[in-house]
């Protein structure tokens, strides 16, 4: 049995020989083989020369880097592309995601689970992040067919028949919280306290997160599509009430105001059908466009010689 660890980093300078480091204290209590795969994120700063560096003096250490800033999902991507071991558990380089659940996560693989996921509670995270958090995920779970939960996050181990099933879905708007609930599997769910970054600095702006939260919608389903069509009829259908009763008031009562019933419902009703048909177009053309451009999710510069 082996266990691979995936670390995906984008400027990790600073955290990533404690990583390393507090990998190998948890390991070594353990008598499993293990390899640890660095997926240098197009870094700006030193981090392609720590990996370098640490490849060189343990065999157990791979990297790959890419050409250039790729995002998260890539680097995931490319890590369990890469892992060859029979279990693989993605991590987070900045010690966010606690090395002494690695054993209890073995054990729970070795007891048949295929997605053995960490979940993180909100001790130490500021009320207003905590209540736009809960807030992002009542939106976001109304509106995608998957079950996403808060507090999870990459942090889980996947089994081998969990990897290559990750591996068969080649989407190029990968949203892996969706895509790990997407492929199934039985599921063990273990708590940790939550841990703030150590050092460095947190990837995620603002704008990066409302940017993800659209992601997770549109690339889970159409359901914004789907919403377009339903306004679409709802107009209409207002319209053809409103038309009938115009029509029942002008017959009994005459014209007030002179062509502006028939321009108002000649604009309704037509704006009603618009978005209606441009909902249906947009479907389909929404699902194409993504998928047409067949390019690849990251462009590899360099990787460890063992390969
Ligand atoms: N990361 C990455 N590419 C990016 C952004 C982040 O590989 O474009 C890595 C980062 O180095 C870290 C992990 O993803 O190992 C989580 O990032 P971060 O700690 O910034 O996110 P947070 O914990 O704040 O959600
Ligand atoms: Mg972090």
């Known amino acids: 049995m ?43 700063d030193n981090s392609l020369n720590i990996m370098k560096q640490l490849a060189t003096d343990y065999t157990y250490v791979r990297y790959i880097s890419f050409s250039r800033n790729f995002g998260k ?5 490319a890590g369990i592309s890469y892992a060859q071991g029979d279990n693989v558990i993605i991590m987070d380089a900045d010690l966010q995601h606690p090395p002494h659940l690695i054993p209890e996560m073995l054990q729970l693989a070795n007891d048949g689970f295929d997605q053995v996921i960490a979940k993180r509670n909100r001790t130490g995270e ?17 509106l995608v067919d998957v079950k996403l939960v808060d507090g999870v996050g990459d942090f889980r181990l996947l089994s081998r028949k969990a990897v290559d099933s990750l591996l068969k879905l080649k989407e190029y ?80 009562y005459g014209i007030d105001v002179p062509g502006y019933f028939t321009t ?29 451009k067949q390019r690849p999710h990251y462009i590899i510069s360099e990787k460890s010689d063992n390969e």
């Not at 204290?25 to 795969?37: G, H, L, P, R």
């Not at 309704?268 to 194409?288: A, H, N, P, T």
Request: hydrophobic share 45%; charged share 15%; net charge neutral.
């Open 2 to 44: 082996k266990l691979s660890i995936i670390v995906p980093c984008y400027n990790e300078e600073q955290t990533l020989q404690n990583f390393f480091d507090a990998i190998n204290a948890q390991m070594c209590s353990n008598t499993i083989d293990y390899e640890i795969i660095f997926i240098n994120d197009g870094s700006k």
């Open 73 to 77: 999902e890539a680097g995931m991507l």
């Open 173 to 252: 708007n990968r949203f892996s919280k969706g895509l790990f609930s997407w492929i199934g599997f039985n599921e063990a769910v273990i708590e940790y306290d939550n841990v703030t970054r150590q050092d460095g600095n947190s990837k995620w702006s603002f704008k990066s997160l409302i940017n993800y939260g659209i992601d997770g919608v549109i690339s889970f389903n159409n359901k914004p599509l789907r919403l377009a069509i339903y306004l679409g009829l709802l107009v209409t259908l207002v319209d053809v009430l409103y038309v009938i009763y115009m029509f029942i008031r002008i017959t009994l």
């Open 264 to 292: 108002i419902a000649a604009i309704l009703l037509i704006g009603g059908l618009q978005l209606f048909f441009m909902g249906v177009i947009g479907e389909y053309i929404g699902r194409i466009y993504y998928e047409v």
């Open 126 to 142: 500021g009320v207003l992040r905590t209540g736009l958090t809960r807030i992002y995920y009542k939106v976001i779970n109304s």
